[in-house]
């Protein structure tokens, strides 16, 4: 496989994750970095997709799934991290599962200083929340990363965050 296309088909790996782990809700603040997962997700009969107003709705909607038998799963890019912060301890005291694919800013590349800040932070201020945290550099570490990133968070009841570096999504462009 060319590395194009690797590039171009972790977003259909994250997807088979989903789908092997029965997750039935997929919450997301619109996303390039996950577009093509998000459209994946809303093409599927057996997804319900739920567009957010801002992040921390994610966890609320993980709270509500996992109440109602479903298993649901959060599309961020890293800016939203810091709105997830305070939810998370919901998370945190009830036990119940989190798993969150993040799209990296502020890192490789970066064109917007804006996003630096928040990205350089989001692995430490997770793991302060008692997150497992996982990054993907590459297109192949992807399978592996997401298999146990689906087990900790449902089999184990635990937060889980999928870190995708900006490297693995590729150069961000600023257009007008």
Same mark, same amino acid.
């Given at each position: 496989m060319t590395a194009a296309a690797q590039i171009a088909s972790w977003p259909d /790996? *994250?997807?088979? $994750?989903l789908k092997r782990a029965d997750v039935r809700q997929v919450g997301y603040v619109p996303d390039a970095g996950h577009s093509r997962l998000i459209e994946r997700c809303i093409a599927d009969k057996d997804i319900r997709d739920v567009v957010l107003t801002t992040e921390e709705e994610g966890v $609320?909607? $993980?709270a509500g799934a996992w109440l109602g038998g479903q298993r649901c799963a959060l599309l961020m890019q890293s800016s939203g991290v810091g709105n997830v912060i305070n939810m998370l301890s919901l998370s945190r005291i009830c036990r119940f599962p989190m798993l969150m694919f993040i799209t990296m800013r502020g890192e490789w590349e970066e064109f917007n200083p804006w996003q630096v800040p928040m990205g350089s932070i989001v692995e430490p201020v997770l793991k302060a929340c008692e997150a497992e945290v996982y990054r993907a550099r590459k297109a192949d570490e /992807?399978?592996?990363i997401a298999e146990r990133a689906v087990q900790q968070a449902y089999g184990d009841e635990r937060i889980v965050a999928v870190l995708l570096s900006q490297? *693995?999504?590729g150069k961000k462009v600023?257009?007008?």
């Open positions: /790996v *994250l997807f088979d $994750a $609320a909607l $993980a /992807v399978p592996g490297e *693995l999504i600023w257009t007008k």
